[in-house]
Structure formats: C-alpha cells, structure tokens
C-alpha cells in the first residue's frame, strides 16, 4: 500500500522531490490530482510505500522540505 507524504505544487517540484527520494533508496510515485491550470497540473501527491514513509519523510524534512 502507499501512502501521500507530499503534495508538490507543480510536476517541476514533484520531479526534484522524486529524485531526492530516489537518489535515498526509496520507491516513489506521482500522481496527478487537482485540475489544470493551463497546460500544467494544479498539485502532484508524492507517495512511498507506507512501510516507508516516516524515514522518507524524514528525508525531504532533513533538506528542508516540509509539508
């Protein structure tokens, strides 16, 4: 099962996210939520597998990302 342990405003944002995550050892997926503004998804969930997601969450906290 996987769990949403962020919610990035923009896929540009998702994408750093993902590979911070990635680059640490950690499974990662988006997905798209939210409408369209313009050509551009409004919110992109960032999920982990939940038997993951507090040390992945740690993580993104160490380099600052908060949620």
Same mark, same amino acid.
């Not at 996987?2 to 996210?17: F, S």
């Not at 990635?22 to 969930?45: A, H, M, T, W, Y």
């Not at 906290?61 to 908060?66: C, P």
């Given at each position: 099962?996987?769990?949403?342990?962020?919610?990035? &405003?923009?896929?540009?944002? %998702?994408?750093? =996210?993902?590979?911070?995550? =990635? #680059?640490?050892?950690?499974?990662?997926? =988006?997905? &798209?939520? +939210?409408?369209?503004? +313009?050509?551009?998804?409004?919110?992109?969930?960032?999920?982990? &597998?939940?038997?993951?997601?507090? #040390?992945?969450?740690?993580?993104? %906290?160490?380099? +600052?990302?908060? +949620?």
């Amino acid at each position: 099962m996987w769990k949403v342990i962020y919610i990035a &405003p923009t896929q540009e944002y %998702a994408e750093k =996210l993902k590979k911070l995550l =990635l #680059d640490n050892g950690f499974l990662c997926q =988006l997905k &798209p939520v +939210g409408s369209r503004r +313009g050509s551009k998804l409004v919110s992109i969930e960032i999920s982990v &597998p939940e038997s993951e997601a507090e #040390d992945a969450y740690e993580v993104l %906290a160490e380099h +600052g990302f908060r +949620g």
